[in-house]
């Protein structure tokens, strides 16, 4: 029986880098795709039935370039995970042009071109796409306009796909994490904005990039069958609650 192949964007570390292993575990083979080619080499060692390339998912040339690297080395994909952003906090009076560019380029226009490139290989293949937003593109929040209107287009974008692929075959679903325990998170955040993240979140805690990874390789297999157009949160309850105020719950 031959593998079964998925495409994960922003490979090299993360929720990218953990959606890849376990793909792997489950038997499938992966190509990882990251623009930091030396992060990603290093995430890769040591990795079997995996395929690394080095491009950027917000240049056009680059993703026409992916699709033809992995057709030459799988020549079908049965799943894409749409995963690579950009993260950059700032207020709105500080977010010019260029910077609210540099994040859409990536954030949502990476999903689009992606997704447009590898439609004709998932849609020979009946298989699925999982887009990465953010809870972030759920609510408003400080700091967030660029990153939080990106990741809400990333959401909307999703359920295009799925009303339109479904005829052949295509599942679509999006994922919304809340705060992961990332390095980067943990190297950012401090002791003040931990715990206000774990009063509010009614499972008291950071999620994990496999917590995430687990529910992101469900939708890409048979178990998630009749599941599509849907936007999931993955947040520890925490847009449930997002109205409510911590100190009231107990």
Not at 27 to 50: F, H
Not at 76 to 89: R, S, T, Y
Not at 113 to 141: D, E
Request: aromatic share 6%.
């Amino acid at each position: 029986m031959s593998r079964k192949t998925a495409l994960v964007t922003g490979a090299a570390r993360g929720i990218g880098l953990a959606t890849t292993k376990l793909f792997l575990a489950e038997g499938w083979q992966v190509a990882m795709v990251d623009r930091d080619c030396e992060e990603l080499a290093q995430a890769s060692e040591g990795l079997e039935n995996v395929k690394t390339i080095c491009r950027d998912v917000s240049q056009a040339g680059d993703v026409e370039a992916i699709i033809t690297e992995v057709i030459d080395w799988s020549g079908e994909l049965d799943a894409l995970v749409n995963n690579a952003g950009v993260a950059d906090f700032g207020p709105i009076d500080e977010t010019d042009f260029a910077r609210w560019r540099t994040v859409m380029e990536t954030n949502l226009d990476g999903v689009f071109l992606m997704s447009q490139a590898a439609a004709p290989l998932l849609q020979k293949a009946r298989g699925a796409v999982v887009n990465i937003a953010s809870i972030s593109g759920l609510r408003a929040s400080t700091l967030r306009v660029a990153y939080g209107t990106s990741k809400a287009g990333v959401m909307h974008l999703s359920q295009q796909q799925a009303a339109e692929w479904g005829e052949h075959g295509v599942r679509v679903n999006c994922i919304c994490p809340g705060p992961v325990r990332t390095k980067l998170a943990m190297a950012v955040h401090t002791q003040d904005i931990i715990d206000a993240y774990h009063d509010a979140i009614p499972l008291g805690r950071y999620g994990s990039e496999e917590e995430i990874g687990n529910v992101i390789t469900f939708l890409c297999s048979e178990k998630a069958s009749y599941v599509t157009g849907q936007v999931i949160s993955v947040d520890g309850g925490f847009q449930s609650t997002g109205i409510g105020l911590p100190s009231l719950r107990g």
